[in-house]
T-cell receptor
Framework: NAGVTQTPKFRVLKTGQSMTLLCAQD?????MYWYRQDPGMGLRLIHY???????AKGEVPDGYNVSRLKKQNFLLGLESAAPSQTSVYFC?????????????FGPGTRLTVT | GENVEQHPSTLSVQEGDSAVIKCTYS??????FPWYKQELGKRPQLIID?????GEKKDQRIAVTLNKTAKHFSLHITETQPEDSAVYFC?????????????FGKGTHLIIQP
């Protein structure tokens, strides 16, 4: 049981390049989330998904797209990377059931855009 | 949307003393309040959470209190130990299980002085 995994762990992009971050969970969780963490800012929600085939915008969705084609995977895409997207990205997942609501976080992806 | 304020941003206490971190939230519909601990370079991990139908919850040296009327909640750590040194984040959600994602405070860097 690997929990929540993220690929890649580190990445350096040039401005304008595109990339996809992959999040995978093996806990059969319905809900999945993408957050970004910047120094002094805490974690901020980018997008989330309440089930396969569904996605919704969070607090800071601009410049990102997401897809949830399979229940266990949640992809975060950057179509044209900007230096402002330099951050640590965390994926999380949780159960649908109230009372089993802990969000389990992945190890993070450190992205630098130059 | 929800806004979570967290204080202090840095807290230094002597080993063995107690530490208190306070958060306020803006949306009276929020009903789920978790606390996460994050060590340097690691993922956030849930240490305790509380729902709006409960005023206090305790787990060994850690306790959380919630005042719904004043819209604030606090983390209390007693008999602090060196391994308690980390950044602590409070968060709030309206969907009980955090289904719509969590709104985080900006974090408190807790330093335990030997």
């Amino acid at each position: 049981n690997a929990g929540v995994t993220q690929t890649p762990k580190f990445r350096v992009l040039k401005t304008g390049q595109s990339m996809t971050l992959l999040c995978a969970q093996d806990m059969n969780h319905e809900y999945m989330y993408w957050y970004r963490q910047d120094p002094g800012m805490g974690l901020r929600l980018i997008h989330y998904s309440v089930g396969e085939g569904t996605t919704a915008k969070g607090e800071v969705p601009d410049g990102y797209n997401v897809s949830r084609l399979k229940k266990q995977n949640f992809l975060l895409g950057l179509e044209s990377a900007a230096p402002s997207q330099t951050s640590v990205y965390f994926c999380a997942s949780s159960y649908l059931t109230v009372g089993l609501s802990e969000q389990y976080f992945g190890p993070g992806t450190r992205l630098t855009v130059t | 949307g929800e806004n979570v304020e967290q204080h202090p941003s840095t807290l230094s206490v002597q080993e063995g003393d107690s530490a208190v971190i306070k958060c306020t939230y803006s949306d009276s519909a929020s009903n789920y309040f978790p606390w996460y601990k994050q060590e340097l370079g690691k993922r956030p991990q849930l240490i305790i959470d509380i729902r709006s139908n409960v005023g206090e919850k305790k787990d060994q040296r850690i306790a959380v209190t919630l005042n719904k009327t004043a819209k604030h909640f606090s983390l209390h750590i007693t008999e602090t130990q060196p391994e308690d040194s980390a950044v602590y984040f409070c968060a709030a959600s309206k969907q009980g299980g955090g289904a719509d994602g969590l709104t985080f405070g900006k974090g408190t860097h807790l330093i335990i002085q030997p």
